[in-house]
Nanobody, 123 residues
Framework: QVQLVESGGGLVQAGGSLRLSCAASGRTLSSYTMGWFRQAPGKEREFVGA????????SYADSVKGRFTISRDNAKNTMYLQMYSLKPEDTADYYC????????????????WGQGTQVTVSS
């Protein structure tokens, strides 16, 4: 079992920055891909990006490429989503997830999920 807890969400103006954290516990993460997903009101949950814990390889959705960066801190067992140049369309609940498949983009590839943190970007 892997327990995931997101934090860092909030209200930010368009063009601003925000950093989300995902603290993991329960298992060593070296075999996992950690992902970020988001769900806007009335929309389906979508892939934002992912990082392979061992080695640090990353993948991003086209909509956030160049604006968002995923990193991890091995010592803290924590993954981060640094978001720059935020847009109103980035408004959503953001979720972190853990799974075995390498840099998977599909929700079904992730076995463990956090409870989510809300990000609101005002225009």
């Amino acid at each position: 079992q892997v327990q995931l807890v997101e934090s860092g969400g909030g209200l930010v103006q368009a063009g601003g920055s925000l950093r989300l954290s995902c603290a993991a516990s329960g298992r060593t993460l070296s075999s996992y891909t950690m992902g970020w997903f988001r769900q806007a009101p009335g929309k389906e949950r979508e892939f934002v990006g992912a990082i392979r814990w061992w080695g640090g390889a990353t993948s991003y959705a086209d909509s956030v490429k160049g604006r968002f960066t995923i990193s991890r801190d091995n010592a803290k067992n924590t993954m981060y989503l640094q978001m720059y140049s935020l847009k109103p369309e980035d408004t959503a609940d953001y979720y972190c997830a853990a799974g075995y498949q390498f840099l998977a983009k599909a929700e079904g590839s992730y076995a463990y999920w956090g409870q989510g943190t809300q990000v609101t970007v005002s225009s």
